[in-house]
Structures are given as C-alpha cells and as structure tokens.
C-alpha cells in the first residue's frame, strides 16, 4: 500500500545533542511537510518542499532543518534540540500544492 | 490572519449515541478548503473530508456526516449511532492558498471518548 512512514516511531535524546527524524513516501507526492504538535495542541507547520524548493515558515525556530534528496525522503534535523522541543513530529505529503495533506504516524520526541 | 475554533475540548458519549463536533472558521480568503482529520491514540492523522469554499453541499458517508454553511462559517462533523472505535481526537483545519502550497490551519482539536 502506498503510504508515509516515518522512523523512528519513538526517539529519545539528550539535551543540546543533534537529532535526526526521517520521512520516506511511496505516494509520488511532490510535496513533503514537517509538522510540531505539543501535547494537546494542534499540529504547527515548520517547512515544506516542493520538489526540491525548501520553503521555511516564518516562526520555525533556526534549530530546525530540513533536507530532501530525492522526491521519496525528507530529513527533519534538530541541531541542538531543548525541552521545548519535546513533541510529536508530523511528516505530511501531497500530490502537488492545492492537494490534500496525507500524514505519516509521527515521531514522538523526548529530550532528557 | 485565519483562524479554526473548536470550542468542545473533550466530549463523552455513551456508545450508540449521536455526537456532533463543531467547527467555525474565520478567513478573508474566497476560495478555501476546509478539512476534517482523525487522531486516534496512535498518533497518525487520518484524512476525513475535504470540501472546497464553492461546495455547500452536505456529504454523507456511512456514519459520518458533514453540514458546511459558509454563511455562519461553521463545518460541523456528526458521527451516527457512535462506536468505541470513533474515540479520537478530531481536528477541523482551514487552508488557504500560498504561492505553490495550501497552509493548513488547525484547530485545536476535539477529544471523543465513546464509553460501552
């Protein structure tokens, strides 16, 4: 079946140390989205791509980063990560732009 | 700026009953979409409905159904005759058009509990 998936499903890391989330997408979509969603709060879009153009929201802190080097993966990178950022982390494709977003099962952060 | 309120944080129904979430949304946008997604415990997001600003038609599908009325902005979710199954978090979301995306705005989210 066609679908998102997202590994690992849980993640735990320490204080200040890098971190790396991964997406893989077998839909073909041409556009890839990272989401944050803290504890009972909805989803917040931090970047998509389309294609291979890396579009940043404007509130995304600069510890987030993003790379997509083929149209089936997109890397989540958390470069020093803090407490705060402990939260579940929503990869999202869609076929083109005007699409329906398809979500992956999330990655659940821990940052001790 | 848009905006999703879902004013019923959390709701219980006992198993069988109807249940209706509400959702009203603020936007200066004329074309939109408007969208319902599921989120069961495991934490994936599941697609419901999309419904484009044009389309006030009201949709059906098995147990679910959807009332859109532009002219009280509400896009209002009902679940028939509820089951255990049904206990989620349900998220309305609004999107608007950007420059080669749809931005997705959430709303906070309801919480269903279907009790046996």
């Known amino acids: 079946d066609a679908m998102v998936i997202q590994n690992p499903r849980y993640q735990v890391t320490q204080f200040g140390k890098p971190v790396t989330l991964s997406c893989s997408q077998t839909?073909?979509?041409?556009?890839m989205y990272w989401y944050q969603q803290k504890s009972s709060q909805a989803p917040k879009l931090l970047f998509h791509y389309y294609d291979k153009d890396f579009n940043n929201e404007a509130d995304t802190p600069d510890n987030f980063q993003s790379r997509r080097p083929n149209t089936s993966f997109c890397f989540l990178d958390i470069r020093s990560p803090g407490l705060g950022d402990a939260a579940m982390y929503l990869c999202?494709?869609?076929?083109?732009?005007?699409?329906?977003?398809?979500f992956g099962p999330g990655t659940r952060l821990l940052v001790l | 700026a848009q905006k999703v309120t879902q004013a019923q944080t959390e709701i219980s129904v006992v198993e069988k009953e109807d249940v209706t979430l509400d959702c009203v949304y603020e936007t200066r946008d004329t074309t939109y979409y408007l969208f319902w997604y599921k989120q069961p415990p495991s934490g994936e997001l599941v697609f419901l409905i999309r419904?484009?600003?044009?389309?006030?038609q009201n949709e059906i599908s098995g147990r679910y159904s959807w009332n859109f009325q532009k002219s009280t902005s509400s896009f209002n979710f009902t679940i028939t005759a509820s089951q255990v199954v049904d206990s989620a978090v349900y998220f309305c979301?609004?999107?608007?058009?950007?420059?080669?995306?749809?931005?997705?705005?959430f709303g906070i989210g309801t919480k269903l509990q279907v009790i046996p």
């Open positions: 999202a494709t869609s076929r083109d732009g005007q699409e329906t977003q398809y």
């Open positions: 839909l073909n979509h041409n556009v």
């Open positions: 979301a609004l999107s608007e058009a950007r420059r080669g995306y749809q931005k997705v705005t």
């Open positions: 419904r484009n600003s044009f389309d006030e």
